[in-house]
Nanobody, 120 residues
């Protein structure tokens, strides 16, 4: 099994910054990609940013230039630095990790979610 533990959410004023962290642990052989999704009330869960094992990154148009995803491979940890936050960034943010377990099974794991609220 693979477990993800997230941290770093909270309440911030518009224009402020937050940094989310997600650490993966368990029977991990390799990780192919780590990313962040978000889900606002009444809306679907959407991909925000993803980083692949080779370093390639993807960002949703709505966060380009404001959010930065990075990864610490030895620690199996992914970070999401969020700057210039807007009220529309308010959502529950979920970490997602894709990889292979030590018994050669593909896995896709989700974190428990962390609330980000942008409000004055």
């Amino acid at each position: 099994q693979v477990q993800l533990v997230e941290s770093g959410g909270g309440l911030v004023q518009p224009g402020g910054s937050l940094r989310l962290s997600c650490a993966a642990s368990g029977s991990i052989f390799s990780i192919n990609a780590m990313g962040w999704y978000r889900q606002a009330p009444g809306k679907q869960r959407d991909l925000v940013a993803r980083v692949h094992s080779g370093g390639n990154t993807y960002y949703a148009d709505s966060v380009k230039g404001r959010f930065t995803i990075s990864r610490d491979n030895p620690k199996n940890t992914v970070y999401l630095q969020m700057n210039s936050l807007k009220p529309e960034d308010t959502a529950v943010y979920y970490c997602n990790t894709l990889g292979v377990t030590t018994d050669t099974r593909n896995f896709a794991s989700w974190g428990q979610g962390t609330q980000v609220t942008v409000s004055s």
